[in-house]
Nanobody, 126 residues
Framework: QVQLVESGGGLVQAGGSLRLSCAAS????????MGWCRQAPGKEREFVAA????????TYADSVKGRFTISRDNTKATVSLQMISLKPEDTAVYYC???????????????????WGMGTQVTVSS
């Protein structure tokens, strides 16, 4: 079974930065698109960012565009999410997700992903 393990969450003040990482195992990582989604209390899980299997295409939710950057290292089977200029509304549990596809684009939808990590909490204080 595919295993995704997130790390790097924590408490940060508004305007600060965090870097989330996800280590993937038990999959051929280079054949999977990867993504990050988040879920705030009382809200549905929402798409944040995704990257194609080759790493050549990335896409972001409008709410994080220009502040978050997704990247991957296929040699290490890791995907990261660099977050800057954090806002209180970014507070949520952040999940790493995987989709078995080598397509050149990834839809901006949380529901497309097959596999999920357990999540890491990000809290942004005002």
């Amino acid at each position: 079974q595919v295993q995704l393990v997130e790390s790097g969450g924590g408490l940060v003040q508004a305007g600060g930065s965090l870097r989330l990482s996800c280590a993937a195992s038990r999959l051929t990582f280079s054949t999977y698109a990867m993504g990050w989604c988040r879920q705030a209390p009382g809200k549905e899980r929402e798409f944040v960012a995704a990257i194609t299997s080759s790493g050549t295409y990335t896409t972001y939710a409008d709410s994080v565009k220009g502040r978050f950057t997704i990247s991957r290292d296929n040699t290490k089977a890791t995907v990261s999410l660099q977050m800057i200029s954090l806002k209180p509304e970014d507070t949520a549990v952040y999940y790493c997700a995987a989709l078995p596809t080598t397509a050149s684009m990834v839809p901006r939808q949380a529901s497309i992903f097959y596999y999920w990590g357990m999540g890491t909490q990000v809290t942004v204080s005002s």
